[in-house]
Every structure is written in C-alpha cells, then in structure tokens.
C-alpha cells in the first residue's frame, strides 16, 4: 500500500514515540526517515538515560498492536497486578489495580526502543544517528543537523519533533508570534536505584506488582525487570529536612534508609555505591500550543507535552498521540495541514489533562495510598464499580484501562471527587454503607 509516496517525511528522534510513529507511518506507506542525535541504541552495551524500566497500559498497547508489534514486545513485559504498599514497619499490603484482574506492564526501555527502531527498518524507514539537530528553518522546512563535524541540511514536506522534553523543533516554534509556552519543575527530583536477583538468582519481593514506599513528602518505587532484578527510583525534595541535600555522605544516607525505608535496606546490598554514582534528575511538565507553525510541521509526545511520571502515562500518551494522529491522516492522506491542525486541536485539552492528573497522582502515590480514609474511599468506589460498572468507573481504571479521552476522565474523576467527599463525612468505613444507588443518583 502506499498512500502518499511522494511526500517525504522527517522524524526528529527516534526515542519512544519517533520510533514507533516511523514504523506507524511506514506502514501507510510513507517514505521516511528518522534523523536521531544518539549513536544507533542497539549497539550500546548499557541502556543510557532515563527510567530503566516503564509502565505500560493499555493506550500504549492499542498503538503497539495497530504497529503489530504488541505481540513481540508481550514477550518482554511483566505484569504488574497491583500497587504494593511497604508501611515503615515492612509490612506489605497488595491493593489491585481492578476488580476484574487488569494488569499494568514493566517493560524495559531500551528493549521496547530497540524493538521499534528495527521493526522500522525492515518496513523500509531510515535512521541516521549521531545527527543532532541544531536548528530549522521554518519558512524553507529545513532541519539542520550536526554530523561528525560537519552541517547538513534537511528539507522536509512534512517535519515532525518527537524529540524530547527539550525540543530542538519547539525551541524554534517558540520564537515565532502567539507561540505559548511554559514550563514548570516540581520541587523533587529522582534518582535510580535497583535490587538485584536473590543469591537464588529469584526475585528478591513479588514480581507481580508495582512497590511503593509512601512516606508523604517522598516515596521510593520499585518495578520489576525480565533479569529478575527490581528498578527502584526515589522521589524525593531536592532541599529541606527530607532531601538529596541532606544525602551528602555514604552515614547520612545509611541513616535516612534505615529509618524510612527499613525493608529495604537489606535487599540493596550496594546502595551506597549507586546512590552516589547514579544522577539525580529532574521533574518537568511543559505546556505549549501550537504544535505546528505552517501545518508543514508537527510536534509529538514529550516535545509537545512532557508531563512529570507519576500516573505511568507519558509514553502511554506519546503512543496514543502517534496512533491517533496517524490514523486521522489514513483517512485524509491528501490534506496533511488539515489533519495536522484538526489533530492538535483535539489533542490538546487531552494533553494538558493528563498533565494535571499526573501531578494529582503524585500526592495520591506517595501520601494516600497509606492513609485509612483513602484506603475505604477506594473501597467504597470499587464496590461502586461492581454494582455500577456502567454508570462509575474510577479515575484510575478511566486513565490506565480505557481510551476515554483524558479530559473527560479528569472532568468525571472531579465529579467523583466531590461526591465521594461528602459520602466520606458520613462513612468513615466501606462497611458502614449500603446505599449505593443514592451515591449513584448523585451523578446526574
Ligand atoms: C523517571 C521517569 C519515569 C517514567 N515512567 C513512565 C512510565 O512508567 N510510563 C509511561 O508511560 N511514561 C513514563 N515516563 C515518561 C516517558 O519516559 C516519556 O513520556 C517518553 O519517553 C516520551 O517519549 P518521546 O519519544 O516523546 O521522548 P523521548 O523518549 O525523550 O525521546 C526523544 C528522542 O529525541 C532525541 N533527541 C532529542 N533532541 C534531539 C536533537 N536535537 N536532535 C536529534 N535527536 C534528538 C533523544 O535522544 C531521544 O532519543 C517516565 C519518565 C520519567 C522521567
């Protein structure tokens, strides 16, 4: 098949969302190539960069499966059924993601990037690596990139950067008239951690979930890796009482685990060594609009809407970008700028939606999950959703397990909000209530 051979398509990146949108658009029929200022991944013998591992669910699996790589990358994923909450004592708790046995998936990025990038190059896409993108010239469509020493200059019919929380497309997008942009970081970073396989060569808690050590201005989370080893990453103020800055030496950072993350301790046996070697990172969400300046250029996944990590979503939404956009352009292969405009139209409150429910979850992540009155309010919408399965479906199940776009989410998780505040004042326990028809009444 091929719908639009004679346009010739550049992709800036080829992390997440370029890998898998060349592989999408391939597909279709396009000739593209993919310009990436990393050397080629999959020569590279340690994975480099951010987050080891991620959270897949099920917008991201819609968009592997429409690229016919779901099946693959299946193979190297691992359920995670629930969040599993270690209390200051060590003991656990599994609280399960559904009711009906719905999972979340750890999958490794660099497998899932290398995946992409190869199934690409067998329908055909380029990729030319250690090509850095300095500048583009709108007017012309030209990317401009560094290469070994030298210039080169790209012309494109359609342009698209799904190159990054820091954009090399949007930092020329951002010197052009109306172009709005912010950009704001949250007062904690994250630094890398990582629980190696038992002596038994097993994993050292259970595999089947995604671990959270809530401790209210901070948390620790742990998901699993196919090698039986666990990435951990803590989220913590980078100044205060409870900081990176209070970690300044192999003591005080011995002392704060102790005393914190007891249980965990001893599964870590060179913490000091990683802490001290590892990054620390930090935690951006950008807004900007438009994604486009002359319909000849796109902006996609992070460059377009980079979000901090804490609903497991960015990729996700990334994907869901490519699938949607690529399937909006299908069915008006000859009208590229339409779909592009129409595209960031309609992606746009979605977007900033998913931004704001990331920061919310944060709170929920490393403070609510722990408290009693959450923990019965969960409840009490669980049962909701047995009874009502039609009519009241978590916030969480509406983000993580449906294709409902995010700001409708957001918008009926703030209804739910409000109902479940005042059922809360009333019931302080699951148990004490029976009418749920009246909660669901409420909804109209
Ligand atoms: C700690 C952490 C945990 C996360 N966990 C999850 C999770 O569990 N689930 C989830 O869905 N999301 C998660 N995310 C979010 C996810 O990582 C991003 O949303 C996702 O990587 C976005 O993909 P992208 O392709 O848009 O950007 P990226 O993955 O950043 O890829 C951009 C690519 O562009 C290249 N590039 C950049 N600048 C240039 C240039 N000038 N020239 C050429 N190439 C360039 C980069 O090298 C890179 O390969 C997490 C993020 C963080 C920080």
Known sequence: MSTNPSKQINILGAGLAGSLLSLLLAKQGYQLSVYEKRSDPRNAQIAEGRSINLALSLRGWEALRKAGVDEIIREQALPMK???IHNLEGDTHL??????????????RSVLNNILISQSEEKGVNFFFDHFCEDVNLAKNEAIFRFSGSIKTIPSDLLIGTDGAF??????LQKTPRFNYSQHYIAHGYKELSIPPTEKGAFAMEPHALHIWPRGGYMLIALPNMDKSFTCTLFLPYDGEKSFAA???KQQLRQFFDQ???DVVPLMPDLEEVFFQNPTSDLVTIHCYPWTYNGKQLLLGDAAHAIVPFYGQGMNAAFEDCRLFTEMLSEKPNDIADVIFQFQKDRKPNADAIAELALQNFIEMRDLVA????VERKKIEKELYLRYPEQ???LYNMVTFSHRPYSEALYIGKKQDIIMQEVMKQFSKASELEDYASIIAKLK
């Open 82 to 84: 629930g969040r599993m």
């Open 95 to 108: 609280q399960p993601y559904s009711t009906d046995g719905k999972s979340i998936y750890s999958v490794s």
């Open 167 to 172: 954009s090399a497309l949007r930092s020329v």
């Open 247 to 249: 970690l300044q030496d």
């Open 260 to 262: 914190v993350f007891p």
């Open 371 to 374: 408290d009693e009155a959450f």
């Open 392 to 394: 009241w479906v978590p």
